[in-house]
Nanobody
Framework: QVQLVESGGGLVQPGGSLRLSCTAS??????????ISWARQAPGKQRELVAR???????IYADYVKGRFTFSRDNAKNTAYLQMDSLKPEDTAVYYC?????????????WGQGTQVTVSS
């Protein structure tokens, strides 16, 4: 079994920064081979993609976070990060990470439990 745990959320003022972490544990091998995505869900809204890091390709960012959020990963620590700068009230949501891999016809798809980010003065 694989667990993803997000951390780093909290309350921040508009214009502030937070860094989210997503750490994988359990029966996960080759973390470096997983496509890692960050998504968010605000109250009453559908979950939406924030950033997706595909192996061997550039990271894709949603237009509403482009230039403000930065994805990174440390495969040795089985951890992915989302650096969020210039935060806006509309960034308030629960942030989730996802690890996805297709290997020998089997799809491995894991989600974390989410971490709350609140941007408010």
């Amino acid at each position: 079994q694989v667990q993803l745990v997000e951390s780093g959320g909290g309350l921040v003022q508009p214009g502030g920064s937070l860094r989210l972490s997503c750490t994988a544990s359990g029966s996960i091998s080759s973390f470096s081979m997983y496509t890692i995505s960050w998504a968010r869900q605000a109250p009453g809204k559908q979950r939406e993609l924030v950033a997706r890091a595909v192996i061997g390709a550039n990271t894709i960012y949603a237009d509403y976070v482009k230039g403000r959020f930065t994805f990174s990963r440390d495969n040795a620590k089985n951890t992915a990060y989302l650096q969020m700068d210039s935060l806006k009230p509309e960034d308030t949501a629960v942030y989730y990470c996802n690890a996805l891999r297709l290997s020998l016809g089997v799809q491995y798809d894991y989600w974390g439990q989410g971490t709350q980010v609140t941007v408010s003065s």
